[in-house]
């Protein structure tokens, strides 16, 4: 039996890594749903090529131009949805089997959530679900027995590196420390008083990576890995003192799981997602992932560094937030997307991201995230807060 597949984010870098391998086991996966926002051109394409029997534009005025493309295409059956309350529709359709959630940021705590109260087995890459709402999630995935299984790449290799049987939210007593390593982004090694006038371009070419545009940024300012350290505390129930970040420029190494005996577990391969896709959609077996082998030979040399926290203040504040618990996660992301996304548009500085972030949490007391209509509320607050930061910034 075919597994029914939905893609929430199809259209984006991890959307279209999934499709590869998708492409190479059309034998054990049937696609069910892609969903876009706004790339009508792509997702058609994609259409074409995957034919699911759902499709989902989530931008209106976008959905009906994607309609009228679709009725002169070959593949005019395919039912066309817009809408948010249509990305949780289609994640917990009963012919879904797996859901691969990879929409970029807070649009996809919803679709993802529902997933997860639904059983399904949920492939996490939407990391901001988790740091927004963790408990919420974990305690969804517990209660419904979804299985969920890490993409993105750190927590994907520390999962391959837990013992056998392992389920994400476990405690492993034998596991004592996670390495969770980082490429360090394109301003590893630039001079800390030179970083103000990076512009957008620098920021999102990575050195290893090939990501969507946000990620970029957030590896840039290592906010991804601040981002990483919170999820890799949900999923592997772990005390945030107990994973260390390493700079490991080569990104060959993927992270490590350090062992009572002393063991240390790392999870190595070239830089392609298409790894940890293929991990987790032939898990508990494996299939090819379309991925050239690793050549150790050309590797040669493997450097680790401690992050420099000076350089990087958006990981001293996300240890900040981990450390503060309930609702400090989710204000901490709230205003890194707000702050971002002005970085991209509109003339924030790169060296102004930690500050909004770091204005924005002060402006908030520590309290609990139990219910997730309160989460949806801190999470708008603190948008607004940035924006109104921004505003004094900018004037
Ligand atoms: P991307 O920007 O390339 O793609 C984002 C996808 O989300 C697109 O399909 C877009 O249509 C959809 N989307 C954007 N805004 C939306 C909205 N408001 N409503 C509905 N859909 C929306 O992003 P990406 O690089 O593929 O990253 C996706 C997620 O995976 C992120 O959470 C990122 O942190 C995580 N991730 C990505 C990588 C990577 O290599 N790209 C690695 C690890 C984790
Ligand atoms: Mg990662």
């Not at 959905?63 to 593949?75: D, I």
């Not at 919420?136 to 209660?143: P, S, T």
Request: aromatic share 6%.
């Amino acid at each position: 039996m075919k597994k029914g597949l939905c893609i929430l984010g199809a259209t984006g870098s991890i959307g279209v890594s999934t499709l590869d391998v998708v492409g190479r086991h059309s034998d054990q996966y049937k696609v069910i749903a892609l969903t876009a926002n706004t790339n009508i051109d792509a997702l058609l394409e994609q259409c074409i090529a995957h034919r699911p029997e759902y499709a989902v534009v989530v931008n209106e005025v976008k959905a009906e131009q994607f309609k009228t493309k679709l009725k002169t295409s070959e593949v005019s059956n395919i039912s066309v949805l817009s809408g948010v309350k249509a990305l949780e529709f289609v994640s917990t359709l009963n012919q879904v089997d797996s859901v691969m959630a990879a929409i970029v940021g807070a649009a996809g705590l919803l679709p993802s959530l529902a997933a997860a109260k639904a059983g399904k087995t949920v492939l996490l890459a939407n990391k901001e679900a988790l740091v927004m709402a963790g408990d919420i999630f974990m305690q969804a995935v517990n209660e419904s027995g979804a299985t969920l299984l890490p993409i993105d790449s750190e927590h994907n290799a520390i999962f391959q590196c837990m013992p056998a049987g392992y389920k994400a939210g476990n405690t492993t007593k034998q596991a004592r420390r996670i390495l969770l390593t980082a490429s360090g982004g394109p301003f590893r090694e630039k001079a800390i008083e030179e970083l103000h006038d990076v512009t957008v371009e620098q920021a999102v070419a990575h050195p290893k990576w090939d990501m969507g545009r946000k990620i970029s940024v957030d590896s840039a300012t290592m906010m991804n890995k601040g981002l990483e350290l919170i999820e890799a505390c949900l999923l592997f129930n772990m005390a945030p003192d107990d994973i260390q970040v390493v700079i490991h420029k080569q990104s060959i190494i993927h992270s490590m799981v350090d062992y009572v005996d002393g063991s240390v577990l790392a999870q190595m391969g070239n830089p392609d997602m298409r790894i940890p896709i293929a991990h987790a959609m032939a898990w508990p077996e494996r299939f090819d992932s379309g991925v050239e082998p690793l050549n150790i030979f050309e590797v040669r040399q493997m450097d680790f560094e401690k992050p420099n926290l000076e350089r990087f203040p958006c990981l001293r504040l996300a240890y900040e937030a981990i450390k503060a618990k309930g609702i400090m996660p989710t204000v901490l992301n709230a205003a890194n997307e707000v702050a971002v996304d002005k970085f991209l548009n509109e003339g924030v500085k790169f060296t102004d991201i930690p500050i909004i972030i770091e204005k924005c949490m002060a402006g908030f007391s520590a309290d609990t995230a139990d219910s997730l209509e309160k989460i949806l509320q801190v999470d708008q607050q603190a948008r607004t807060a940035s924006h109104k930061i921004i505003e004094t910034m900018l004037a």
